[in-house]
């Protein structure tokens, strides 16, 4: 049976689209209130003339662009506004959160993620503390691949790499190209379900000098995203191998976490490490210092009553990132 498994850890959930002991398709929430239709109360900022653009102030003082501002709204007006995608980490800046008008409703949060995904149409089961559905179906490995951005397919290799502009994939392998293009279009569709990519996505396919080989490719590629239940719009591959694909982007993609928020998705993975700690006595969480920072009070406290057990810290400037760990040591 297909069904997605929801793993609700400290700070995050993540779930998995398990189809037998394989994850085709997975998320991570790391529960930011504000977050794809959350409704807010804003006040706004500025409208640029003539237009239904402008930007809104939100109640923790950041700033949202908004589209489809109502005529006669002036600065300073408040309004309930919807969010449609949250802020969005780059390579040295924020990408701002954008928002839409959202008429006379009250504010609600953000909807969680197992109501989200029962949207799909897939099962969807919570899994308790000790259940390890995830992990035997290969969680480290999706994890592995969004942190890397290599995917390797049978016949060549996946490079991911998130830029400010779109997701870039470049495709590399041995010859026949054809035959290396046909077969990367299946590991394409499968990379983005599997590590949640989605807005702007360029494919740098290898270049076919026919346009029935090109052709061929475009099907090929087409069928593998239905398949996935991609939903979008593509072009065709270009005479250099260039294929876009544009889909709604509604949150950041777990390449796209890790890679520009890489010391919290650290931190996030140690706490899931340490409330599964089954040794007595009290944990400690040995990480390097900036993972252990992203680990504030609040989480700190959660890990306690979770575990039941005194939570101590031991910085290390050695270990890489994602190389923390947690034990049992007498109190």
Same mark, same amino acid.
């Given at each position: 049976?297909?069904?997605? @498994? ?5 700070? $995050? ?8 002991d ?6 991570? @929430? ?11 109360a ?6 640029h003339?003539? /237009? ?12 949202a ?22 802020v969005?980490?780059?390579? +040295?800046r924020f990408?701002?959160?954008? @928002?839409?008008?959202?008429?006379d ?5 953000a ?5 989200? &995904?029962?949207? *799909? ?14 992990? $035997?179906?290969?969680?480290?490995d ?13 016949? #060549?290799?996946?490079?991911?790499c998130?830029?400010?502009?779109? *997701? ?8 026949? =190209?054809?035959?290396?293009a046909?077969?990367? /279009? ?5 990379a983005?379900?599997r590590?949640?990519?989605? %807005?702007? !996505? ?13 052709q ?8 593998? =995203? ?5 939903? %979008? ?7 250099? +191998?260039?294929?876009? &694909? ?8 777990? !390449? ?22 089954a ?5 400690l969480? /040995? ?10 009070t #609040? ?11 005194e ?8 270990l890489?990132? %994602? ?9």
């Amino acid at each position: 049976m297909v069904e997605w @498994c929801i793993e609700q850890g400290i700070g $995050e959930d993540r779930a998995a689209l398990i189809d037998g002991d394989t994850i085709v398709a997975a998320r991570l @929430c790391w529960r930011e209130p504000i977050r794809a239709d959350a409704v807010i109360a804003a006040s706004l900022a500025h409208r640029h003339p003539g /237009t239904r653009h402008g930007a809104v102030q939100l109640p923790d003082r950041t700033i949202a662009l908004i589209d489809g501002l109502p005529p006669g709204l002036t600065d300073g007006a408040s309004l309930m506004v919807r969010i449609t995608r949250p802020v969005m980490a780059e390579r +040295g800046r924020f990408k701002l959160a954008q @928002c839409r008008p959202a008429g006379d409703v009250p504010p609600s949060p953000a909807p969680a993620l197992a109501e989200v &995904l029962a949207q *799909t149409g897939h099962p969807v089961r919570i899994a308790g503390m000790l259940d390890r559905s995830l992990d $035997e179906a290969g969680w480290a490995d999706v994890i592995e691949q969004a942190t890397t951005g290599v995917i390797d397919f049978a016949s #060549g290799r996946l490079t991911i790499c998130p830029t400010p502009a779109m *997701t870039l994939i470049d495709i590399d392998g041995p010859p026949p =190209l054809e035959v290396l293009a046909l077969a990367a /279009t299946s590991a394409v569709a499968l990379a983005l379900a599997r590590l949640d990519i989605a %807005g702007s !996505v360029g494919i740098d396919f290898p270049s076919l000098e026919g346009r029935a080989e090109r052709q061929a490719v475009d099907n090929a590629l087409a069928a593998a =995203l239905i398949g996935q239940r991609w939903r %979008g719009e593509r072009t065709g591959m270009n005479g250099f +191998g260039f294929v876009q &694909l544009i889909s709604r982007l509604e949150r950041p993609s777990l !390449v796209t976490r890790l890679a520009f928020q890489p010391a919290r998705a650290a931190a996030l993975a140690l706490l899931r490490t340490a409330e599964r700690v089954a040794e007595p006595g009290a944990v400690l969480l /040995t990480a390097h210092p900036a993972v252990l920072q992203a680990i504030d009070t #609040g989480l700190e406290a959660e890990l306690a009553r979770r575990s039941g057990r005194e939570i101590r810290r031991n910085p290390s400037e050695r270990l890489a990132l %994602g190389a923390g760990f947690a034990q049992a040591i007498t109190p």
